[in-house]
């Protein structure tokens, strides 16, 4: 009888494996590896890290986890390939609750680092990914966050109230 012994994988396969099963995806694996060293870890080729990842999963225990992360010192800042931050997945991704950590004084205080200000590659913000997606309550929850300019573009003044 021959023993097979399981390949490790690493972290970096277990963060793509989780992003590929999505919204069902297990996060436990990712979570039980991650730690300080690596809270910010970028994928060589796109350089996703997992509070890019968890922020656009849209797992039940994402929002936890990102809460987790943030005690491991996540940095939510941190810009992929295509010029997105953490907010940006949340937006791209449909994914009102992990918005709202990011924004949350209580938890990332995402308005004071700016996460909704940063413009991608193609010149779009976080707000107008939410928009373009159809992703209205993501563009709820950045507006409600009271932040200024959340268009896109640079000369339209402050937003004004209703």
């Known amino acids: 009888m021959e023993r097979r012994r399981k390949q490790k994988k690493s972290f970096e396969d277990v963060l793509l494996d989780t992003w590929d ?3 069902d995806a297990d996060i436990k694996p990712v979570m039980a590896m991650l730690n300080k060293k690596n809270i910010n870890f970028a994928t060589s080729e796109n350089g996703w890290t997992p509070i890019m990842i968890m922020s656009g999963l849209g797992a039940k225990s994402a929002i936890g986890a990102m809460r987790q992360m943030r005690s491991m010192g996540a940095n939510p800042e941190q ?4 010029g997105w931050n953490a907010l ?4 791209f991704h449909g994914s009102a609750d992990a918005a709202k950590v990011l924004l949350s004084k209580s938890d990332y205080d995402g ?5 909704e200000k940063v413009a991608d590659k193609e010149g779009k913000t976080a707000f107008v990914h939410a928009k373009d997606e159809g992703n209205d309550d993501v563009a709820k929850v950045i507006e409600e966050a009271e ?3 959340v268009s896109g573009t640079a000369d339209e003044g402050l937003r004004k109230r209703k």
């Open 21 to 23: 099963l999505g919204a």
């Open 79 to 82: 810009v992929d390939k295509e």
């Open 88 to 91: 940006h997945w949340a937006a």
């Open 111 to 115: 308005i004071a680092l700016g996460l």
């Open 147 to 149: 932040v200024p300019d």
